[in-house]
């Protein structure tokens, strides 16, 4: 399978050394409107640097797509017209009536659509689920999770990151939505937004601390907070009745006090960018749905967009 790599900047450190190990796919072609970074991508992983986004898909099966938000729905848009299966960056879009469109198009032009949700691939986020499937809890009560870094800090005037226009919702739509997506495939679609926050403490325009709580089936109550002003951090808790479960990036995943014992739990050494990609290539070539099409984004996407209606 031919590819197209479309925009090439800070995503390619953490996606790319990946995309270049899985099997069955040739990255053919790259596009970034930032030409220097686009020859320098082109002469690092011997591909063709391109003009246009038009000249970097004619040639190719697919694409990947991690350009701003602002770029995603016209993009997907013109690869689905063209024929191209598509793998894009999450969030899907800047909206939900954007996301829709998008969707429509994807299914009109029977291309495949996969959204970077990688997170809920996480192997501690995978072995959760595994645990709850087994009602090692019991009843889910409550859940919690962080995600965290300084980037923030770093935002210049120059970065689309740093207008509000461009990212409305700030470290939710960047950060947050990890988790949401996380918890939606633990617990399933959410059903509302019960309260949200919004603050910012840096020099740019966005919301760069967020806290927002969310109802689930059967009453489940999650609480998501992100921040771009604070250290990396990422952990994920599920409250049970008969004990909980606590994940975090240092210290990993444990059973606390389930039948009046806790342990911890070894997990795999993988990765889910990999993972991710991995699903969007078996997904073309086996012509079946990925795991995060585009309804599964869209959910997690109305949540930001829900979470939004609470600021003052």
């Not at 990396?232 to 444990?254: E, H, N, P």
């Amino acid at each position: 399978m031919k590819v197209a790599r479309i925009g090439v900047g800070g995503s390619v450190k953490f996606l790319d050394k990946f995309l270049f190990k899985l099997k069955g796919i040739e990255v053919v072609s790259c596009f970034d409107t930032n030409k220097k970074r686009m020859q320098d991508y082109a002469k690092r992983f011997k591909v063709n640097a391109t003009k246009t986004f038009g000249d970097a898909i004619n040639d190719a099966d697919a694409v990947i797509i991690t350009t701003p938000n602002k770029f995603h729905k016209k993009q997907v848009i013109d690869a689905a017209k063209a024929g191209k299966h598509i793998f894009v960056e999450k969030p899907i879009a800047n909206n939900v009536k954007d996301a829709k469109e998008m969707v429509s198009v994807c299914k009109k032009n029977k291309v495949i659509l996969a959204v970077g949700h990688d997170y809920r691939k996480l192997d501690a986020i995978r072995k959760i689920k595994s645990l709850i499937r087994k009602n090692l809890l019991g009843k889910i009560l409550f859940c919690e999770g962080w995600i965290s870094s300084k980037a923030g800090y770093g935002i210049k005037k120059r970065d689309w990151r740093y207008s509000k226009r461009n990212l409305k919702a700030g470290c939710l739509m960047q950060l947050g939505i990890h988790l949401i997506d996380s918890f939606n495939y633990l617990l399933g679609k959410p059903e509302k937004v019960i309260d949200a926050s919004f603050s910012n403490v840096s020099k740019s325009e966005i919301y760069d601390f967020s806290d927002i709580l969310v109802e689930y089936n059967k009453g489940v109550k999650v609480n998501v907070g992100c921040s771009y002003v604070s250290d990396v951090d990422f952990y994920v808790c599920v409250y049970g009745k008969k004990g909980k479960l606590q994940y975090d990036w240092k210290r990993g995943l444990a059973v606390i006090n389930v039948n009046g014992r806790s342990r911890k739990i070894k997990l795999k050494r993988g990765n889910s960018k990999y993972e991710d990609l991995k699903d969007f290539v078996e997904s073309v070539n086996k012509k079946k749905k990925p795991e995060v099409g585009g309804e599964e984004a869209i959910d997690a996407l109305m949540i930001v967009e829900k979470a939004l209606k609470f600021v003052k």
